[in-house]
């Protein structure tokens, strides 16, 4: 069966730095569109980022220029780099097979002094 597993998240000052990450398992992963979404308490899922199997990218206004999505097909795995992270940001992080049921545990990102 399809398995994708988050790691990576934690608690971080606002400013700093966070790489999440998701090994895929059970797909032909490369031909898949996958995909970051977060849920904050009391807020509805969004999309934060995909990565179509061209490597072509999809980024949230909010988060643009600050989240680098990436994937390694040898690795079967997506990476989310986050940098000058803020409290805004502050969420559980899921990864997902894009436009499919499939989804991670999730992640928990903290930013806080």
């Known amino acids: 069966q399809v398995q994708l597993v988050e790691s990576g998240g934690g608690l971080v000052q606002p400013g700093r730095s966070l790489t999440l990450s998701c090994a895929a398992s059970?797909?032909?992963?490369?031909?898949?569109?996958m995909a970051w979404y977060r849920q904050a308490p009391g807020n509805q899922r969004e999309l934060v980022a995909t990565?179509?199997?061209?490597?072509?990218?999809y980024i949230l206004d909010s988060v643009k220029g600050r989240f680098t999505i990436s994937r390694d097909n040898a690795k079967n795995t997506i990476g989310l780099q986050m940098t000058t992270l803020k409290p805004e940001d502050t969420a559980v992080y899921y990864c997902?097979?894009?436009?499919?049921?499939?989804w991670g545990q999730g992640t928990q990102v903290t930013v806080s002094s």
């Open positions: 997902n097979v894009f436009r499919l049921p499939y």
């Open positions: 990565i179509d199997s061209a490597d072509r990218t």
């Open positions: 059970g797909i032909v992963f490369t031909i898949y569109t």
